[in-house]
């Protein structure tokens, strides 16, 4: 279980916290996302967290972890199981209260729409944090796609929770979407070192996982502050272990100095050079 900064899209998105589980562990487990969410948190300075929105999918959309959410004072955007409650609701929502979606550049998405459904909740949804919303997502499914248990008419529907006030339905909604930002980070980390955990030992599969991690971040914060007005500062680490990473070079002797010799359009061939200059000069 891992948990990220996002910055947003020109982000750094580098890795906060992460846990390693048993195989035999439940997608949403509380203590697993208090957990992490915690450790997480410790990485950030403290002035810092209160402006903090936590995003998850289903698996955070658990009783316990939105409590322990709210009374941190935190912002929740989680995932939404279509338990039968929620399949009630959506089935009183009359046909005016669904809005267009919007994409992520704000312009409306063809076929899918949004609409809350608080108000519509039934009494048997008990247990859940004060100020929680469920929003509703509906939009027809691709050519081929298979209809789940909790789809309707047709539809395939999602739900998501939040506790946020003052934003538009559509707004709230692009927001949460834009959790599966996440999942390029964790795409990162398999390309970086965690697609295949290389011992039998938990405990040193754990230590792996935290090297891994702080290798990312390594890269990230690499690309930010050297390449910050360079196309690499948003290539992946594939990308930049075949470009900058793997780069030949060699070590020659000329002037009476010896240097790096590097491709020229390399990125880093002229910080580079001069770095190494500047350590054969002392």
């Not at 704000?106 to 809350?116: K, L, M």
């Not at 048997?124 to 509703?136: D, E, F, H």
């Not at 909790?150 to 998501?160: E, L, P, Q, V």
């Amino acid at each position: 279980m891992l948990a990220f900064v996002d910055h947003g899209e020109a982000g750094s998105g580098e890795t906060l916290a992460g846990l390693l589980r048993p195989g035999c562990a439940g997608s949403n487990s509380a203590a697993d996302h208090i957990s992490v969410l915690d450790a997480a948190l410790a990485q950030l300075p403290e002035h810092e967290r209160p402006a903090v929105l936590v995003r998850t999918d289903t698996g955070g959309g658990v009783k316990d972890f939105l409590r322990h959410i709210t009374e941190l004072g935190l912002h929740y955007s989680v995932g939404f199981y279509g338990m039968p409650p929620i399949v009630e609701a959506i089935s009183k929502v009359p046909r005016h209260a669904w809005r267009a979606a919007l994409d992520g550049d704000g312009t409306p998405r063809e076929g899918a729409q949004v609409a809350e459904l608080t108000a519509y909740l039934p009494e048997t949804l008990r247990g859940w944090p004060a100020g929680m919303r469920v929003i509703a997502r509906r939009e027809r499914p691709h050519p081929g796609a298979q209809l789940r248990l909790t789809d309707a008419d047709g539809w395939r529907i999602t739900c998501f929770a939040t506790n946020t006030t003052g934003w538009s339905i559509e707004d709230l909604k692009v927001r949460h979407r834009q959790r599966a930002r996440a999942e390029d980070r964790i795409r990162n980390l398999k390309d970086t070192g965690l697609r295949n955990l290389p011992f039998h030992g938990f405990d040193q599969n754990r230590i792996w996982l935290q090297i891994v991690a702080l290798a990312s971040d390594l890269l990230v914060w690499t690309q930010t502050l050297a390449f910050a007005d360079h196309p690499a500062r948003r290539w992946e680490p594939k990308r930049l272990r075949l470009r900058i990473l793997a780069v030949a070079g060699r070590i020659i002797n000329s002037g009476r100095r010896r240097r790096l010799r590097l491709p020229r359009d390399w990125p880093w061939a002229k910080l580079i050079e001069t770095g190494w200059t500047a350590i054969q000069a002392t």
